[in-house]
């Protein structure tokens, strides 16, 4: 095997390598173990949350850090079970330890199975959120799911953290910026030569 095929089968390796490293870091495994932005609304039923702040970080996606605060803020919710969008559900974020609360969304039945929280100014200041999610049931109406009684569920997140891109994000960047070089690498003569003869000089 000559140099220049080293130098290709590595590069494609790290081309590889990067490609997989970045799907993981966008939920690219199975399973709710490996996707942080789940959690149980019920036992073995599960909503899926994603936080965006498209003013200050366009394309960027959050779940458990917001970078920044005082800037228009959404929050995505996506049912990932039929039976939420027959049932009355609320939505509210509070700002902790103190309890204020900074949004809300009064119960309702949200038949697309999404539902968006838009917060224009954000949050007001860094810190700790609460996100809560409950069921409220129907006037009239109880099943051994509720019991006739409102179920709220909630998880955190922190704002404020000054993370200007999440590591899935700067995986991705990474990778785009390779493949962009390893194209070039391909089609352009002088730039193929001159990257084999770094890579001679190190394996010589």
Request: glycine residues 10%; neutral net charge; contains cysteine.
């Amino acid at each position: 095997m000559n140099k220049t095929q080293l130098v290709r089968k590595g590069l494609l390796g790290l081309l590889g390598t990067l490609f997989t490293a970045t799907a993981m870091a966008h939920g690219g495994a199975a399973g709710t173990d490996t996707d942080q932005c789940k959690f149980e609304l019920e036992p073995n039923h599960w909503i899926h949350y994603t936080a965006y702040q498209p003013v200050a970080y366009p394309a960027e996606e959050f779940c458990g850090k917001l970078p920044a605060t005082d800037t228009k803020t959404q929050l995505v919710f996506d049912y990932q079970d039929m039976k939420y969008r027959d049932m009355l559900v609320e939505f509210e974020v509070t700002k902790e330890p103190e309890g204020k609360q900074v949004f809300f969304l009064p119960s309702a039945k949200h038949k697309k199975g999404t539902i968006n929280l838009d917060l224009p100014n954000g949050v007001p200041e860094p810190g700790q959120y609460l996100i809560h999610i409950t069921l409220v049931p129907e006037e009239g109406k109880t099943d051994n799911r509720v019991q006739g009684q409102r179920l709220d569920v909630h998880m955190g997140f922190k704002a404020g953290t000054g993370e200007a891109t999440s590591k899935g994000s700067m995986l991705l960047y990474g990778f785009l910026v390779f493949a962009g070089l390893y194209a070039v690498y391909l089609s352009n003569a002088g730039f193929k030569r001159k990257v084999n003869e770094i890579f001679g000089k190190i394996i010589d």
